[in-house]
C-alpha cells in the first residue's frame, strides 16, 4: 500500500533530516513537506547532516504549496494530534486503529462482501513545531492518532513521532498484512472497490459547499461547523469513484434548480 508522510509548515531544517533519516530506517521513503520554512530546507547543510545519510529519502521528497498537492492517491488520512477537536474525526492510539484499518483492508481485497471498499494509500500528517497541526487539517482526517505518553509530559520531537508511527505501520505491515489475491477475478474485485481519493473528497465537499450556499442552507455568516461536519460524513462514507460523480451530479442539479 502506498504509505506518505506529510510534514506542515516544518520550521527547523534539521528536522527534516532527521525525519528522512527515521523514514529510512523504516523502510519509507515518501514524504512530502507543505510549505516548509525554508525554500531550500531539502539542500541546507543542518538538513543533509541530520539525514545521517538518509540522502536518497531527500531527494525523492517534494515540496508542495498546499495539502491538496500533497494528497493525490490517498484514501486514508491520519492526523497525529495529541488535543482532540470538536466536530474533529475520532482519536485513537496509533497500534489499536493501524491494526484494525489493516484487517479491514485485508478482507476488503479479499472480497468480504460486508466492507464497501478498499484503500489504496494511507498518508500521516504532522504539523507544524511550533503550533502544530490546524484544526482545518485535523477536520480532514479519518482519525487522529494520540501516541501514549507520560499525560505530565507529553511533548515529542518531530522526529521521534514521525519514528514512533512509522515503527507502528511497518510492524503492523511485517506482521499481519498478507498478500492481496492475484487471481484476474480477484484483481477485478479490488479495482471495483477502490476508494475515491482525499483530493476527489475535497473536490465533492467543496461542490456541496457551493451547492448549500446557493440553496440557503449554509450561512456564510453563521456556519456553525457544518463543513467538518460534512468532511467526517464523506469521510465515513468510503466513497468510490462513481459514487463521488453521484453526489457531485445531485449538487449540480440542485443549483441548475
Given at each position: 500500500m502506498k504509505t506518505r508522510?506529510?510534514?506542515?509548515n516544518t520550521s527547523h531544517a534539521g528536522n527534516v533530516g532527521a525525519a528522512a533519516r527515521a523514514l529510512k530506517t523504516m523502510g519509507?521513503?515518501?514524504?512530502?513537506?507543505?510549505a516548509p520554512r525554508w525554500a531550500n530546507v531539502l539542500r541546507r547543510e543542518e538538513t543533509i547532516q541530520r539525514a545521517s545519510g538518509a540522502n536518497d529519502v531527500l531527494d525523492k521528497c517534494r515540496i508542495v504549496e498546499t495539502l491538496d498537492e500533497a494528497l493525490e492517491g490517498i484514501t486514508h488520512l491520519c492526523a497525529t494530534a495529541m488535543t482532540a477537536r470538536d466536530f474533529g474525526p475520532p482519536t485513537r492510539a496509533p497500534r489499536e486503529h493501524l491494526e484494525a484499518f489493516a484487517a479491514r483492508n485485508v478482507l476488503a481485497a479479499e472480497?468480504?462482501?460486508?466492507?464497501?471498499?478498499?484503500?489504496?494509500?494511507?498518508?500521516?500528517?504532522?504539523?507544524?513545531?511550533?503550533?502544530?497541526?490546524?484544526?482545518?487539517?485535523?477536520?480532514?482526517?479519518?482519525?487522529?492518532?494520540?501516541?501514549?505518553?507520560?499525560?505530565?509530559?507529553?511533548?515529542?520531537?518531530?522526529?521521534?513521532?514521525?519514528?514512533l508511527i512509522a515503527y507502528e505501520w511497518q510492524l503492523i505491515q511485517a506482521d499481519t498484512w498478507p498478500e492481496y489475491p492475484r487471481t484476474d477475478a480477484a484483481n477485478q474485485h479490488v479495482e471495483s472497490k477502490k476508494m475515491a481519493d482525499m483530493k476527489q473528497i475535497k473536490g465533492l465537499l467543496d461542490h456541496w459547499e457551493h451547492m448549500m450556499l446557493e440553496i440557503g442552507y449554509l450561512d456564510p455568516?453563521?456556519?456553525?461547523?457544518?463543513?467538518?461536519?460534512?468532511?467526517?460524513?464523506?469521510?465515513?462514507?468510503?466513497?468510490r469513484d462513481e459514487e463521488i460523480n453521484i453526489l457531485r451530479g445531485i449538487a449540480k442539479a440542485m443549483m441548475r434548480r
Open positions: 508522510f506529510i510534514l506542515i519509507f521513503d515518501d514524504m512530502v513537506l507543505v472480497g468480504d462482501k460486508t466492507i464497501d471498499s478498499l484503500d489504496t494509500g494511507i498518508a500521516f500528517l504532522f504539523g507544524s513545531e511550533r503550533y502544530g497541526m490546524k484544526n482545518e487539517d485535523v477536520y480532514r482526517c479519518h482519525v487522529a492518532l494520540q501516541i501514549p505518553t507520560n499525560p505530565k509530559f507529553g511533548s515529542l520531537n518531530l522526529a521521534s513521532a514521525i519514528q455568516e453563521l456556519p456553525m461547523k457544518l463543513m467538518p461536519r460534512m468532511q467526517q460524513i464523506f469521510n465515513r462514507a468510503q466513497l
